[in-house]
């Protein structure tokens, strides 16, 4: 069974941005749609961004909006959160999910990254 694997998580600055990145370990996620999610420890996890299949529609959170982009590289078969003007508020362990953006309902799931700001 494909699983999803992310990467390029860490310790940063307040400020500070990252790229997340999520790959495939079989087959492609050409035709998935892809969701980012975050959980915080002892808090729900929470729907950051989602990105269509075809690149069309990128949906995002409000707490993220404008400081969080959703991409996706075909020929590389990789997806990317690449996070901007990171707060200690943005510590979390961070997954993405393959599924369907529309009916929030997601096949595959990685086991996170670690993001933690701190100064």
């Known amino acids: 069974q494909a699983q999803l694997v992310e990467s390029g998580g860490g310790l940063v600055q307040p400020g500070d941005s990252l790229k997340l990145s999520c790959a495939i370990s079989?087959?492609?996620?050409?035709?998935?749609?892809i969701g980012w999610f975050r959980q915080a420890p002892g808090k729900e996890r929470e729907g950051l961004s989602c990105i269509s299949s075809s690149s069309t529609n990128i949906y995002y959170a409000g707490a993220v909006k404008g400081r969080f982009t959703a991409s996706r590289d075909t020929a590389k078969n990789t997806v990317y959160l690449r996070m901007d003007n990171l707060s200690p508020e943005d510590t979390a362990v961070y997954h993405c999910?393959?599924?369907?953006?529309?009916?929030?309902?997601?096949?595959?799931w990685g086991q996170g990254t670690q993001v933690t700001v701190s100064s």
């Open positions: 999910a393959a599924g369907s953006c529309e009916s929030e309902m997601y096949d595959y």
């Open positions: 079989a087959g492609t996620l050409d035709h998935y749609d």
